[in-house]
């Protein structure tokens, strides 16, 4: 099984090494783990890590955001004919010792296996209130559009399958699109399966969502972009039943 780590990365220059680094070190059986890192229009020092050390990448001209980085790995995963896509964030906050069980997901059958931090708690890092208390309601929008609970809503360590890449490298949010694409997926009639993972505290930089303003923005922008999206789906689930 070919599987890529895509890991998006915005001036990580204190962190990204490490991150592939502990990726490197991941031995799973008949199974060929690579990576690329999508840097996506650094201002730092990124871009001359990743060449000095000769590590795979794909330097994007202008940043794009993360669903331009994300997406961007998406197209080279199904270029290169990759059976499962892995999101990886480069900031050192995600567990490569989980990224097994997220591949297991996907062979029993899931299309997008996702690493949750709030099916059970195996670790004392918490994330701050705000993000919590978001995915609540982001949590409660897609169980309300879509039937299905989905308790870490957010959680950009996800596992996908060559179905899913095909789906997304065709069409992916450029803002926040963890939620959006869930509820796209579901729509859609994918199988979603949601695993127990650890996240350890950021090594260096800062969440976009650093600032309530930012937070509160995140918030509006999200729950419409799912309500949309539902709304959309549905309409077209509607259209072809009339057809």
Do not use: W
Not at 12 to 30: A, P
Not at 53 to 58: D, F, G, T, V
Not at 79 to 103: E, T, W
Request: net charge neutral; hydrophobic share 35%.
């Amino acid at each position: 099984m070919k599987v890529l780590m895509i890991i998006p990365a915005y001036n990580e220059e204190k962190s990204i090494l490490n991150t592939i680094s502990s990726l490197k070190s991941v031995k799973i059986k008949d199974v060929q783990l690579d990576y690329i890192v999508i840097n996506d229009g650094s201002t730092d020092h990124t871009l001359e890590i990743l060449e000095e050390n000769h590590c795979h990448y794909i330097s994007l001209p202008t940043n794009l955001g993360i669903g331009g980085a994300v997406q961007t790995g998406y197209k080279y995963a199904y270029r290169n004919h990759y059976d499962v896509a892995i999101q990886f964030d480069g900031d050192g906050q995600h567990d490569p010792n989980y990224i097994a069980s997220l591949i297991e997901e996907i062979k029993k059958g899931a299309d997008i296996a996702i690493g949750s931090r709030y099916v059970e708690k195996l670790s004392e890092f918490r994330s701050t209130f705000m993000r919590r208390f978001g995915s609540t309601i982001l949590s409660f929008l897609i169980r309300l559009c879509t039937g299905r609970r989905i308790y870490d809503p957010t959680s950009g360590f996800r596992a996908a399958n060559q179905k899913v890449i095909e789906l997304f490298q065709e069409e992916y949010p450029m803002d926040y699109p963890e939620p959006d694409t869930i509820v796209t997926v579901l729509k859609l009639g994918y199988r979603v399966s949601e695993i127990p993972v650890k996240m350890k505290e950021r090594t260096s930089g800062k969440s976009s969502l650093s600032s309530p303003i930012k937070a509160s923005f995140y918030m509006i922008k999200v729950s419409t972009a799912i309500i949309v999206s539902a709304l959309s789906h549905r309409k077209e689930k509607e259209i072809c039943q009339k057809n």
